[in-house]
């Protein structure tokens, strides 16, 4: 019996065949604005994009990072809820990245398989056209977080993200970043200082009042943008406007 055991290899993954993300519906329960329209839930995500429009009367191409104090408030939920929103205006494109390489959810949500996505373009092991996905949802395009590297803070080049960036920023209006929380790594930090705004997601109830404090104030302290919170966890009260 060997005294050390060998790690696993790195899982690798594929690109996607085309039009594959375009043909699986997003049936989770928790994307309430496409599963749930009339929900309190889905007006409460129309409502954060309704601020975000009035924050931009340009209509200039943004980049939102979303995270979160500790894990479990629900950001990546937040993210696609959002997404969701905001392509039910008119004209509005936008790319979801999975900005998580270490627990990545975003192809979960949707019912995706994994593929190839943002840590090989960083690596340079993709180009970042062959790695956007476009979904069932018109206008709404994903990154995958791909895979994970041997060491995920290598892919923390902040020149090559701000190239991804902007070359997304050409093609789409929103480009939404889903991060690890901000407590647990330093990520969300760099990445906020170099994003148009961030949004903290905050669960009712389960995050303590000074973890939230010190996750703003380390989003601050490095320049980063913070547009306000997104409250998750908290129960309806009442039932969705329906007209007699």
Known sequence: MPLFRRKPAPQAFVPAPPDEARQIQAEREELAVKNDPQSVIAEQYRRLRNSILTLNPDRASRTILITSAVRGEGKSVATLNLALALVEQSRI???VVDG???APSIERYLGLPRRQGISEVLLGEAPLKAVIRQTSVERLDIIGAGARPPNPS???NLDRIKSVLHQLKREYDYVLIDTPPTLNLNDPSMLGAISDGIILVVRLGETARHMVEQAQGMLENLGGNIL??????AQ???KAYQPY
């Open 100 to 102: 998580d390489v270490r």
């Open 228 to 233: 306000g919170l997104c409250l998750t966890g």
């Open 236 to 238: 309806p009260a009442g």
């Open 93 to 95: 494109r936008v790319v």
């Open 154 to 156: 290598d892919i923390l």
